[in-house]
């Protein structure tokens, strides 16, 4: 599972940084994409972020 200020990548909005769950019948992950004034907060269901969300891969991986 990833925690809080990890970042990860998202299929449809690219690299998010995980900021917060909530516990609730279903539970969610806080991801926000972007930054400042712009940024966007989105909830991902928990059950799925092991298969669709991956951490982004480092520079040597790469190239």
């Not at 925690?3 to 998202?10: A, I, P």
């Not at 909005?13 to 995980?18: A, E, F, I, K, W």
């Not at 930054?35 to 969300?53: F, H």
């Amino acid at each position: 599972m990833f925690s809080v200020g990890e970042r990860v990548v998202h299929p449809g909005q690219g690299l998010c940084t995980v900021v917060g769950f909530q516990d609730s019948p279903a539970p969610m992950l806080i991801l926000e994409t972007g930054s400042g004034r712009g940024a966007t907060r989105l909830m991902y269901p928990a059950a799925q972020a092991e298969k669709n969300l991956h951490p982004p891969v480092g520079r040597e991986e790469a190239l």
